[in-house]
C-alpha cells in the first residue's frame, strides 16, 4: 500500500494538536511496517522548516524537519508537478503540489487533516483516523507491526 502524507500531518505531531495521536500511528506504521511504502512531497521540508522556524533556533528548526520524515520517501519537486498542480483547480497551491505528488507515485491515499481542500481529487483523500481504520491497516498492518 502506497500513502502520501501531507505536510499537516507532520505538523500535528510536531506541536501537538487535537488528535495528534492519531497521526503520529500513522507515521509509525509508515516508517516501520515493510510493506507500507510511506512518502511525503519534498516541499514538505522546508514547510515544516518554516513553521518551526517561528518557534525555535535555526538548528532546531532544520533538525525537527529532518527528524520529522525519517524513514519516509520523499517524491522530488520536479517541473511536471509543478505544471501539473498549476492545472488543479484546488484552492491552496500547496495542497495541489501534496496532490500532484501523491499522483506521481500513483498513491493508493493521501492522508491529511484538510479533507476539503482536496475535493475533488482523484484518489482516496483520508484523515489519519480513517485511514487507521480501515480494514487492511487495521486488521493486517498493526497486526504485523505489533508482531514485530
Avoid: C
Avoid at 66 to 81: E, F, H, N
Amino acid at each position: 500500500m502506497k500513502v502520501l502524507v501531507d505536510v499537516n500531518v507532520f505538523l500535528d505531531v510536531l506541536t501537538r494538536r487535537r488528535d495528534w495521536v492519531s497521526s503520529l500511528q500513522v507515521l509509525h506504521l509508515l516508517r516501520h511496517v515493510p510493506a507500507l511504502d510511506g512518502w511525503t512531497s519534498a516541499l514538505t521540508v522546508p514547510v515544516l522548516y518554516f513553521f518551526r522556524r517561528r518557534v525555535f533556533s535555526e538548528a532546531q528548526a532544520r533538525a525537527d524537519a529532518q527528524t520529522a520524515i525519517r524513514g519516509l520517501q520523499l517524491v522530488p519537486l520536479t517541473p511536471a508537478i509543478l505544471d501539473t498542480a498549476a492545472s488543479f483547480s484546488l484552492p491552496d497551491f500547496e495542497d495541489n503540489i501534496q496532490l500532484a505528488s501523491a499522483q506521481t507515485i500513483q498513491a493508493d491515499y493521501l492522508i491529511t487533516r484538510n479533507l476539503k481542500d482536496f475535493q475533488p481529487a482523484p484518489l482516496s483523500v483520508l484523515t489519519p483516523e480513517a485511514w487507521l481504520a480501515l480494514d487492511a491497516v487495521t486488521t493486517r498492518y498493526r497486526t504485523t507491526e505489533e508482531k514485530a
